[in-house]
Every structure is written in structure tokens, then in C-alpha cells.
């Protein structure tokens, strides 16, 4: 090989490497000057990780502090399969330490093509506590809360629940969830190059959520749910509610309805049994109605208790014949009487006498066909037709609660209003936020206290003679009135001869009323008249409650004659 021909190998060798030379330092400018910040902040990702921190969402208790949603501390383990290095001693670990099947794990770990996955959400604190003693490479955990209801079926339909993420889905948990929720927090840590966790470098504290206490009385609302759990049984029924309301701060004590479900099983049950029927669905109130029409005579001075109507077996009004409940002839009946035997004929005489536009607009004065202003989701208005497009017949048909829909909860306020002196009030569940007393409005006048007196006394004469008999209590006065109304065929759009609805709305004591409770059974067989069915239903909610809340008898002399 010649002396030139080696200089020029020489020559080239050193061009190779001068060019590569080149070519690094020109890789090393883009690298380092031209997307050094870009190349920084992905390595100081790689080493650090913002870790959010739930805050603790707040509990919700009954009027006496017993908790009926709280939170479990759980620990939420999740993986980056990048940087796990043993993924099939992983898989056998994670799965003997949360009880968890090795098939449904291996899958999680083993897939590099992620770099976040969930193992287990809301795991038991303890045992993710021992599998993160083992150190394995690759694994987190972060603190997580686990929304349960240790009274379970006890107001799940009123409490709601709260998802997997612990956002309220339903019922108080979801209209409440900017109180319950708080605001989370966040921890920056520092990993090895196996994302194992080194230090901590900057933390953000969660600021946890407000608590809150219902005006619910939790062994009121249990009693009233087995009670309505059994007359659905007895009855064959499709649905029951029942509502025990303080008649003048319009505290709520109990809403209840049967069926019922365990709110921890939420994800697994029917959304038509965790409704709150009582809030959400209307009803024709048939007889229990009445209250409004004969009120609305009262305060307009056309009729006195004592008024005396001829009150035949039936009566025309435009094109329909309406009568009676049960046979019987022409008799002369006071409004006294009309109210006790609960007359469709003599309640219609008397709307007649008062008009269309005067029932009309004491129809809305005691709040029908509007929300009642209770704090919960979902609340239905009811149906009140407007006065424009009554019909000749309508004035034979809504005085005696039929062509109207209304909710429990607006029974229940109406029957109120007579209780307490004549107040329309508020009807309300949320008593105190972090032990502060929500403020009401006060409620408004709609009849005066003279009328409200009266019709107390003709309702303690539906209990004493009339047709709500069942619902007297040994020891107390009772005031109440029963309602009986078909449904409507939702085929052939005419009532049904075969589905009614039964229901009571009670004031007790009757002498000064402690509580308004209204009990309505959907659709019961064989027994169909609220005298008969729901009465009895109020009778032993009412019971339960009197002793409970240790209200004195007002009438012993009653106890003793019956005991």
C-alpha cells in the first residue's frame, strides 16, 4: 500500500469522525439549548408526581347525631406498568393481599403500552397497607373514602347516595354536594428511577367537607318504614309513603316509602325503588282534599260548621251524576256532618256556593300545583288545572280532590296549616350545616286561627264518628280526614274500577297538634278505602311516635274507658 493511498485513508477516517463530532454536538444544541426546558420539565416528570388528595366528604346525621352516611378511610392502590420489573410476583402479591383473583391483575400490570392504571379502588386500608411494606416498584397508594350508610334501608331514599368517586348521585347526597364535598389537596413527591416514592416536596392541604344534620328522627323514620313495609305486604299493595312532619317549623321527622332498598347497594337496585315517592310522584287525593274546599268556605263566610245543606244521594253537575261513597237516601247534613261523613255531594253543594274562581284561587293559596319549597331534588309541583280551562263538570270534580294531582309532602303542608293555627310553613330535612341553624322564612297566613279551630274540631269528629275510626289512639285526640280516590286507567285514560289509592293525613295530639302524619297506600287489593286501610297505618306510626317523643296524653280518661 502506497504512501499516498494511506493519507488518504487517513484523511477520510478523520472526516468520519469529525462529522460525527459534528453530528453529536449539533444533536447535543437541539437537545440541550434549542428543547432543553421541553427535555427538563418531561425528566422532572419522570422523578416527580402530583398525587391528588380527596378531601373528606362530609357526614350526614339525623336530628339526634346518629350518622346515616359517613366515610370509611379506604386506600386507593393504583400501578405504572412501566416501571414495574416483576410483574408476575407483583400479580401474586397484590392478588393474596386484597383478595383479589391473579387473572384480573396480571392483565393491569403487565401492559407496558400504560403508564397509570387502577388495581384497586377503595381497597381495606390495612391490607394495602402491608402490600406497600413489600416494596414492590411500579405500585402507589393514595387515601380514599368510602362513602357507606350503617343504617343501611333507613331513609335511603331521602339520603341518596354518593358514587365511586364520592360525587352525590341521588336524594341529599347529590342536592347537598357542594357542602358535603370540600376541596381536595394535592402532594408532590419525588420517585427513583423505579418510581418508588423518595420524598415529598410541596403539599396542598384538602379542606374537608361540612357536615350536616336532618331534622330526620332516624327511630321515627325506621318505625314508620317497617310499619309501611307491612301494610304493602297486607295489602297486596304496590307503594306506600308516610310523612311525620312537625306542623309548625315544618321539620320533616320521617319520610318514608315501601318498598325500600339499601342504600350501599345502590349500584344494584331499580331506580323506580329508590325514588322518593313521597317528594316525586302525584296522586288523586280524593277525600283528603275536601279540607281545602271546606276551609275555603269557612274563611269566606258563605257557611258556619253548624250550615245545614239538603243533601240528596246524588247531584248533576253539567254532564256527570255524582255520588256517594256508599248508598244512602236524602238526608239534611251540616258542614259539620258533610266533613265527619265525608259527603261528595254535600262537599260539591258547598263549591258550588263558593265558585269556580274563589275554590280556584284557594286551590293555589294552599299551595297546590306549586313546589312546596322542600330542600330536596326533583320535588314535583303537582297538577291544578288553571282556571281557564275548567270545564262545566270541574267544579263537581276538584272539590272533592279528583282532576287534581298532589304530592304527600303538599298533603302534609296543607294539614299543616290547620294544626298550627293556620301558617302555611316551609316543609323542610336539612336542620344545621357544621352545627349552624339553617334560617327559614316564615311561613304565610292563608286561614285564620278561628277557622283553623273549627276545622280541627270537625276532623276530631271524623275520628270519633265519622269515617276514620281506625285511626283513634287510646289516650289522645286525633284529628284527621280519610281519602279514597281511583286511578286512572292508563290505557283507556277513564278511572279504573280495580286501582285506588288509599290515604290519611292525622293531626295528634288534636287539642294542640304535635304532629301531622300522612300515610298513603298505592293500589292495595281487596281493602280499598282509606278509612280501612291507612288509618290504621297512622294509628301505629302515631303510637310509636307519641311514646317516643314522650308527648303526654291529653285525653287519659280515654286510655282508661278503652284499656
Keep these: 500500500m502506497t ?221 314508620a318504614e317497617d310499619i309501611l313495609a307491612d301494610a304493602v305486604a297486607q295489602y297486596g299493595a304496590r307503594a306506600a309513603s308516610a310523612i311525620v312532619m312537625d306542623p309548625y317549623s315544618g321539620a320533616v321527622l320521617a319520610m318514608a316509602v315501601a318498598p325500600g332498598f339499601n342504600a350501599n347497594r345502590f349500584a344494584i337496585t331499580r331506580a323506580d325503588r329508590r325514588r322518593n315517592r313521597a317528594v316525586t310522584d302525584t296522586y288523586e287525593p280524593g277525600s283528603t282534599f275536601k279540607l281545602v274546599t271546606v276551609a275555603a268556605a269557612l274563611e269566606e263566610g258563605i257557611a258556619s260548621p253548624g250550615s245545614s245543606y239538603r243533601v240528596p244521594p246524588s247531584i248533576r253537575v253539567a254532564d256527570r251524576v255524582i255520588g256517594e261513597a256508599h248508598t244512602r237516601g236524602t238526608e239534611y247534613m251540616t258542614v259539620r256532618g258533610i266533613v265527619e261523613h265525608s259527603s261528595n255531594v254535600g262537599t260539591i253543594t258547598i263549591a258550588q256556593q263558593l265558585g269556580e274562581g274563589r275554590l280556584a284561587d284557594w286551590i293555589d293559596r294552599f299551595g297546590f300545583g306549586n313546589r312546596t319549597g322542600l330542600d330536596f331534588p326533583g320535588e314535583s309541583p303537582g297538577f291544578a288545572l288553571p282556571i281557564d280551562k275548567w270545564s262545566g263538570s270541574t267544579i263537581g270534580t276538584v272539590p272533592i280532590g279528583h282532576g287534581i294531582a298532589v304530592t304527600p309532602i303538599q298533603m302534609a303542608r296543607a294539614y299543616a296549616a290547620i294544626a298550627n293555627g293556620g301558617t302555611l310553613v316551609t316543609p323542610h330535612l336539612v336542620e344545621a350545616i357544621d352545627g349552624r341553624h339553617v334560617e327559614r322564612k316564615r311561613g304565610k297566613r292563608v286561614v285564620s286561627r278561628a277557622v283553623s279551630n273549627q276545622m280541627l274540631s270537625m276532623l276530631r269528629g271524623v275520628v270519633i264518628e265519622g269515617t276514620g275510626t281506625e285511626a283513634a289512639i287510646p289516650g289522645y285526640t286525633v284529628a284527621g280526614k280519610t281519602g279514597t280516590a281511583a286511578k286512572i286507567d292508563p ?73
Design 491 to 563: 290505557v283507556t285514560g277513564k278511572y279504573s274500577h280495580s286501582a285506588y289509592v288509599a290515604s290519611f293525613v292525622g293531626l295528634v295530639p288534636a287539642t294542640k297538634p304535635r304532629l301531622v302524619i300522612m300515610v298513603m297506600v298505592d293500589e292495595p287489593s281487596g281493602a280499598i278505602y282509606g278509612g280501612e286501610v291507612a288509618a290504621p297505618v297512622f294509628r301505629q306510626i302515631a303510637r310509636f311516635n307519641l311514646q317516643h317523643l314522650e308527648v303526654p296524653p291529653d285525653a287519659p280518661h280515654r286510655a282508661a274507658s278503652t284499656g
Design 3 to 223: 504512501r499516498a493511498s494511506t493519507n488518504r485513508r487517513i484523511v477520510l477516517l478523520a472526516a468520519l469522525f469529525v462529522g460525527l463530532l459534528g453530528v453529536t454536538l449539533a444533536r447535543a444544541f437541539w437537545l440541550q439549548v434549542l428543547n432543553g426546558d421541553a427535555y427538563a420539565a418531561m425528566a422532572v416528570r419522570q422523578h416527580r408526581e402530583t398525587v391528588i388528595v380527596p378531601a373528606r366528604r362530609g357526614t350526614i346525621s339525623d336530628r339526634n347525631g346518629e350518622p346515616l352516611a359517613i366515610g370509611r378511610p379506604t386506600t386507593t392502590v393504583f400501578a405504572n406498568p412501566q416501571q414495574v420489573e416483576r410483574p408476575r410476583a407483583l400479580t401474586l402479591s397484590v392478588a393474596e393481599a386484597l383478595d383479589m383473583h391473579p387473572r384480573d391483575v396480571y392483565p393491569l400490570l403487565s401492559d407496558r403500552s400504560h403508564g397509570f392504571v387502577y388495581v384497586a379502588r377503595k381497597a381495606d386500608a390495612l391490607a394495602a397497607e402491608r402490600l406497600k411494606d413489600q416494596g414492590f416498584a411500579g405500585l402507589g397508594f393514595y387515601p380514599e373514602e368510602l362513602r357507606t350508610y350503617p343504617q343501611g334501608p333507613v331513609a335511603a331514599q331521602v339520603v341518596g347516595y354518593a358514587g365511586m368517586d364520592n360525587k352525590g348521585l341521588e336524594g341529599l347526597e347529590k342536592s347537598l354536594e357542594k357542602v358535603l364535598a370540600g376541596r381536595p389537596g394535592s402532594r408532590t413527591i419525588v420517585k427513583d428511577p423505579s418510581g418508588r416514592a423518595l420524598d415529598i416536596v410541596s403539599t396542598r392541604p384538602e379542606s374537608p367537607g361540612r357536615n350536616v344534620r336532618l331534622t330526620l328522627d332516624g327511630q321515627i323514620q325506621a318505625n
